[in-house]
Protein backbone atom coordinates (compact mmCIF):
# COMPACT_ATOMS: atom_id res chain seq x y z
CA UNK A 1 0.00 0.00 0.00
CA UNK A 2 1.29 3.27 -1.04
CA UNK A 3 1.72 6.48 1.40
CA UNK A 4 1.44 9.49 0.27
CA UNK A 5 1.16 13.02 1.32
CA UNK A 6 -2.27 14.83 0.03
CA UNK A 7 -2.97 18.17 -0.75
CA UNK A 8 -5.40 19.87 1.41
CA UNK A 9 -7.38 22.77 -0.36
CA UNK A 10 -7.18 26.17 0.80
CA UNK A 11 -9.80 29.08 1.18
CA UNK A 12 -9.05 32.30 -0.70
CA UNK A 13 -8.71 34.33 2.55
CA UNK A 14 -6.45 31.76 4.11
CA UNK A 15 -4.39 31.66 0.98
CA UNK A 16 -3.64 35.14 1.17
CA UNK A 17 -3.06 34.73 5.31
CA UNK A 18 -0.22 32.52 3.98
CA UNK A 19 0.80 34.69 1.49
CA UNK A 20 1.27 37.72 3.83
CA UNK A 21 2.44 35.81 6.74
CA UNK A 22 5.76 34.51 4.29
CA UNK A 23 5.90 38.43 2.56
CA UNK A 24 6.43 39.24 6.05
CA UNK A 25 9.00 36.80 7.32
CA UNK A 26 10.66 37.10 3.36
CA UNK A 27 11.19 40.25 4.35
CA UNK A 28 12.24 40.23 7.80
CA UNK A 29 14.94 37.85 6.37
CA UNK A 30 16.03 39.95 3.65
CA UNK A 31 16.58 42.56 5.59
CA UNK A 32 21.09 42.00 6.73
CA UNK A 33 21.84 42.00 10.81
CA UNK A 34 24.62 43.92 12.08
CA UNK A 35 26.72 43.19 14.86
CA UNK A 36 26.18 45.41 17.77
CA UNK A 37 23.60 47.67 15.52
CA UNK A 38 21.19 49.75 17.46
CA UNK A 39 17.09 48.25 16.83
CA UNK A 40 15.38 50.62 14.91
CA UNK A 41 12.24 51.82 16.55
CA UNK A 42 8.71 50.01 15.20
CA UNK A 43 6.53 52.51 13.82
CA UNK A 44 2.91 52.43 14.56
CA UNK A 45 2.26 51.02 10.76
CA UNK A 46 4.25 48.50 11.72
CA UNK A 47 2.79 47.15 14.99
CA UNK A 48 -0.45 47.28 13.63
CA UNK A 49 0.60 44.79 10.57
CA UNK A 50 2.04 42.60 13.05
CA UNK A 51 -0.71 42.89 15.37
CA UNK A 52 -3.25 42.27 12.30
CA UNK A 53 -1.12 38.64 11.52
CA UNK A 54 -0.69 37.85 14.46
CA UNK A 55 -5.01 38.06 14.43
CA UNK A 56 -5.32 36.84 11.52
CA UNK A 57 -6.54 33.11 12.23
CA UNK A 58 -8.61 34.49 14.56
CA UNK A 59 -10.73 36.57 12.60
CA UNK A 60 -10.98 34.35 9.87
CA UNK A 61 -12.63 31.74 12.35
CA UNK A 62 -14.60 34.10 14.48
CA UNK A 63 -14.49 37.87 13.41
CA UNK A 64 -16.73 38.84 15.94
CA UNK A 65 -14.93 36.69 18.67
CA UNK A 66 -18.54 35.41 19.74
CA UNK A 67 -16.91 32.29 21.47
CA UNK A 68 -15.04 35.00 24.08
CA UNK A 69 -18.56 35.43 26.28
CA UNK A 70 -20.59 32.41 24.96
CA UNK A 71 -20.62 30.32 27.57
CA UNK A 72 -20.74 33.85 29.98
CA UNK A 73 -23.79 34.65 28.26
CA UNK A 74 -25.41 31.46 28.69
CA UNK A 75 -25.16 31.55 32.30
CA UNK A 76 -26.63 34.56 33.09
CA UNK A 77 -29.76 34.90 34.15
CA UNK A 78 -32.33 37.13 33.01
CA UNK A 79 -32.75 40.26 35.07
CA UNK A 80 -35.26 40.48 37.68
CA UNK A 81 -38.10 42.66 37.15
CA UNK A 82 -36.69 45.67 39.20
CA UNK A 83 -32.76 45.26 38.13
CA UNK A 84 -31.52 47.89 36.61
CA UNK A 85 -29.39 46.24 34.32
CA UNK A 86 -26.44 47.68 32.39
CA UNK A 87 -24.11 46.62 29.42
CA UNK A 88 -20.46 48.43 29.22
CA UNK A 89 -20.35 47.14 25.56
CA UNK A 90 -16.58 48.39 23.50
CA UNK A 91 -13.33 47.90 23.65
CA UNK A 92 -10.04 47.19 25.14
CA UNK A 93 -10.62 50.61 27.48
CA UNK A 94 -14.05 48.67 28.42
CA UNK A 95 -12.43 45.13 28.73
CA UNK A 96 -9.93 46.40 31.08
CA UNK A 97 -12.26 48.26 33.18
CA UNK A 98 -12.91 46.33 36.38
CA UNK A 99 -16.83 47.35 36.78
CA UNK A 100 -16.62 45.49 40.36
CA UNK A 101 -14.37 48.04 41.86
CA UNK A 102 -16.19 51.37 39.93
CA UNK A 103 -19.48 50.22 40.93
CA UNK A 104 -20.06 47.64 43.62
CA UNK A 105 -23.06 46.49 43.56
CA UNK A 106 -24.14 47.64 40.69
CA UNK A 107 -25.81 44.82 38.06
CA UNK A 108 -23.22 46.32 35.52
CA UNK A 109 -22.35 43.78 32.64
CA UNK A 110 -18.79 43.69 30.92
CA UNK A 111 -19.10 42.79 26.96
CA UNK A 112 -15.82 44.60 26.01
CA UNK A 113 -12.87 42.93 23.74
CA UNK A 114 -9.64 44.07 23.17
CA UNK A 115 -9.16 45.78 19.99
CA UNK A 116 -12.17 45.69 18.45
CA UNK A 117 -13.73 47.82 16.01
CA UNK A 118 -17.66 48.82 15.31
CA UNK A 119 -18.06 45.99 12.65
CA UNK A 120 -17.17 43.55 15.06
CA UNK A 121 -19.42 45.33 17.96
CA UNK A 122 -22.31 45.17 15.53
CA UNK A 123 -21.92 41.05 15.24
CA UNK A 124 -21.58 41.29 18.69
CA UNK A 125 -24.60 43.21 19.32
CA UNK A 126 -27.84 40.38 19.56
CA UNK A 127 -26.52 37.82 21.53
CA UNK A 128 -24.10 40.00 24.13
CA UNK A 129 -26.38 43.36 24.44
CA UNK A 130 -29.81 42.27 23.18
CA UNK A 131 -30.19 39.13 24.43
CA UNK A 132 -28.94 40.07 28.09
CA UNK A 133 -32.25 42.03 27.91
CA UNK A 134 -30.39 45.56 29.72
CA UNK A 135 -32.10 48.87 29.91
CA UNK A 136 -29.10 50.85 29.01
CA UNK A 137 -26.18 50.25 27.22
CA UNK A 138 -22.82 52.00 27.55
CA UNK A 139 -21.04 51.98 24.01
CA UNK A 140 -17.14 53.27 23.90
CA UNK A 141 -15.88 52.35 20.36
CA UNK A 142 -13.86 54.32 17.72
CA UNK A 143 -10.39 54.59 18.37
CA UNK A 144 -9.64 51.57 16.64
CA UNK A 145 -11.71 51.99 13.71
CA UNK A 146 -9.46 55.18 13.46
CA UNK A 147 -6.50 53.00 13.98
CA UNK A 148 -7.55 50.48 10.83
CA UNK A 149 -7.55 47.59 13.31
CA UNK A 150 -9.47 44.99 10.99
CA UNK A 151 -9.27 47.85 8.09
CA UNK A 152 -9.45 51.20 6.47
CA UNK A 153 -12.55 52.91 7.50
CA UNK A 154 -13.87 56.00 6.62
CA UNK A 155 -15.74 58.40 9.45
CA UNK A 156 -18.80 57.94 7.41
CA UNK A 157 -18.36 53.99 7.83
CA UNK A 158 -17.80 54.16 11.70
CA UNK A 159 -20.92 56.52 11.64
CA UNK A 160 -22.77 54.37 9.82
CA UNK A 161 -22.32 51.25 12.31
CA UNK A 162 -22.72 53.68 15.52
CA UNK A 163 -26.14 54.61 13.93
CA UNK A 164 -26.73 50.85 13.43
CA UNK A 165 -26.30 49.97 16.99
CA UNK A 166 -28.80 52.74 17.75
CA UNK A 167 -31.38 51.53 15.78
CA UNK A 168 -31.24 47.72 16.92
CA UNK A 169 -30.98 49.18 20.33
CA UNK A 170 -34.15 51.25 20.34
CA UNK A 171 -36.30 48.41 18.36
CA UNK A 172 -35.69 46.68 21.78
CA UNK A 173 -36.42 49.52 23.94
CA UNK A 174 -32.83 50.03 25.16
CA UNK A 175 -31.22 53.09 26.21
CA UNK A 176 -28.02 53.72 24.04
CA UNK A 177 -24.95 55.77 25.85
CA UNK A 178 -23.14 56.86 23.64
CA UNK A 179 -19.61 57.79 25.22
CA UNK A 180 -17.07 60.00 23.53
CA UNK A 181 -13.75 58.34 22.13
CA UNK A 182 -11.02 58.89 24.78
CA UNK A 183 -7.93 61.32 23.92
CA UNK A 184 -4.34 59.98 23.13
CA UNK A 185 -0.69 61.04 24.07
CA UNK A 186 2.72 60.07 23.09
CA UNK A 187 3.85 61.82 26.28
CA UNK A 188 5.59 57.64 27.59
CA UNK A 189 7.79 55.45 25.67
CA UNK A 190 4.95 52.77 25.27
CA UNK A 191 2.88 55.25 23.71
CA UNK A 192 5.22 55.33 20.81
CA UNK A 193 3.44 57.53 17.49
CA UNK A 194 0.26 57.66 18.53
CA UNK A 195 -0.83 60.18 16.76
CA UNK A 196 -0.05 58.37 13.19
CA UNK A 197 -2.77 55.48 13.76
CA UNK A 198 -4.72 57.63 15.98
CA UNK A 199 -5.07 61.28 14.62
CA UNK A 200 -6.40 63.50 16.99
CA UNK A 201 -8.19 65.25 15.03
CA UNK A 202 -10.16 62.66 13.54
CA UNK A 203 -11.07 61.78 17.23
CA UNK A 204 -12.06 65.37 17.46
CA UNK A 205 -14.35 64.83 14.35
CA UNK A 206 -16.12 61.57 15.07
CA UNK A 207 -17.22 62.93 19.07
CA UNK A 208 -18.49 66.13 17.65
CA UNK A 209 -20.20 63.56 15.15
CA UNK A 210 -21.79 61.46 18.18
CA UNK A 211 -22.90 65.05 20.11
CA UNK A 212 -24.70 65.98 17.40
CA UNK A 213 -26.11 62.50 16.91
CA UNK A 214 -27.39 61.92 20.34
CA UNK A 215 -28.75 65.75 20.52
CA UNK A 216 -30.67 65.13 17.13
CA UNK A 217 -32.46 62.13 18.37
CA UNK A 218 -33.51 64.16 21.80
CA UNK A 219 -36.93 65.18 20.55
CA UNK A 220 -38.12 62.21 21.73
CA UNK A 221 -36.78 61.62 25.00
CA UNK A 222 -37.84 56.88 24.27
CA UNK A 223 -35.71 56.95 21.38
CA UNK A 224 -32.71 58.70 22.18
CA UNK A 225 -29.63 58.43 23.17
CA UNK A 226 -27.02 60.22 25.99
CA UNK A 227 -23.77 61.42 25.06
CA UNK A 228 -21.27 60.54 27.47
CA UNK A 229 -18.60 63.16 27.20
CA UNK A 230 -15.38 61.24 29.28
CA UNK A 231 -12.96 63.58 26.52
CA UNK A 232 -13.63 67.18 27.79
CA UNK A 233 -12.70 65.22 31.62
CA UNK A 234 -9.24 63.80 30.20
CA UNK A 235 -7.92 66.28 27.47
CA UNK A 236 -5.11 68.45 28.32
CA UNK A 237 -4.43 72.13 26.78
CA UNK A 238 -2.66 70.51 23.81
CA UNK A 239 -5.48 68.40 22.98
CA UNK A 240 -4.32 65.38 24.18
CA UNK A 241 -4.62 62.90 26.71
CA UNK A 242 -3.36 63.83 30.45
CA UNK A 243 -0.41 61.92 30.35
CA UNK A 244 -1.03 60.32 34.11
CA UNK A 245 -4.39 58.94 33.11
CA UNK A 246 -2.49 56.19 30.34
CA UNK A 247 0.48 55.01 30.74
CA UNK A 248 0.07 53.87 27.29
CA UNK A 249 -1.01 56.99 25.10
CA UNK A 250 -4.20 54.89 25.24
CA UNK A 251 -6.10 52.62 27.63
CA UNK A 252 -7.07 54.82 31.10
CA UNK A 253 -5.41 53.86 34.19
CA UNK A 254 -6.68 53.36 37.70
CA UNK A 255 -6.65 57.27 37.65
CA UNK A 256 -8.16 57.54 34.20
CA UNK A 257 -11.12 54.85 35.45
CA UNK A 258 -11.68 56.95 37.96
CA UNK A 259 -12.58 59.84 36.57
CA UNK A 260 -14.45 58.04 33.84
CA UNK A 261 -16.63 55.72 36.70
CA UNK A 262 -18.65 58.89 37.95
CA UNK A 263 -19.40 60.23 35.00
CA UNK A 264 -20.71 57.13 33.61
CA UNK A 265 -22.76 56.99 36.69
CA UNK A 266 -24.63 60.05 35.60
CA UNK A 267 -25.24 59.01 32.27
CA UNK A 268 -26.71 55.68 33.51
CA UNK A 269 -28.86 57.50 36.01
CA UNK A 270 -30.72 60.22 32.96
CA UNK A 271 -31.10 57.81 30.46
CA UNK A 272 -32.64 55.37 33.21
CA UNK A 273 -35.12 58.55 33.63
CA UNK A 274 -35.73 59.00 30.33
CA UNK A 275 -37.10 55.10 30.12
CA UNK A 276 -40.88 54.89 30.11
CA UNK A 277 -42.52 53.25 33.10
CA UNK A 278 -44.65 50.30 31.90
CA UNK A 279 -47.98 49.29 33.77
CA UNK A 280 -48.78 45.59 33.31
CA UNK A 281 -52.34 44.61 33.96
CA UNK A 282 -51.54 41.46 33.97
CA UNK A 283 -54.25 37.98 33.85
CA UNK A 284 -57.67 38.23 34.70
CA UNK A 285 -59.98 35.46 34.75
CA UNK A 286 -64.30 35.69 34.71
CA UNK A 287 -66.93 33.58 34.72
CA UNK A 288 -69.27 33.71 31.63
CA UNK A 289 -72.68 33.28 32.64
CA UNK A 290 -74.25 31.77 29.29
CA UNK A 291 -73.70 28.38 28.21
CA UNK A 292 -70.10 28.85 26.90
CA UNK A 293 -67.44 27.07 28.64
CA UNK A 294 -65.44 29.30 31.37
CA UNK A 295 -63.06 31.51 29.59
CA UNK A 296 -59.96 33.42 30.46
CA UNK A 297 -59.66 36.99 29.14
CA UNK A 298 -55.69 38.93 28.93
CA UNK A 299 -55.16 42.17 29.37
CA UNK A 300 -52.79 44.03 26.81
CA UNK A 301 -49.72 45.58 28.54
CA UNK A 302 -49.34 49.27 28.31
CA UNK A 303 -47.54 52.40 28.51
CA UNK A 304 -48.46 55.40 30.74
CA UNK A 305 -46.82 58.63 30.01
CA UNK A 306 -45.14 59.00 33.95
CA UNK A 307 -42.77 61.67 34.32
Not at 45 to 54: D, G, V
Amino acid sequence: MKLGCGILPLSKQAFFAVLLSLSALAQQAAQPVQPNATPKPVTGAERLQQWRLSQMPMLMDDFGELARYREANAALQPPAPSENRVVFFGDSITDMWKLDVSFPGKPYINRGISGQTTPQLLIRFRPEVIDLHPKVVVILAGTNDIAGNTGPESLEQIEGNYASMAELARAHEIKVIYASVLPVHEYTPEAGDMFTQRPPEKIVALNRWLKNYCASSSVVPRTSCVYLDYFSAMVDDKGYMKKELADDGLNPNAAGYKIMAPLAEAAIEKALMDLPKTAHLGFAEINVTSRRPRQSIMTMSFRLPWP
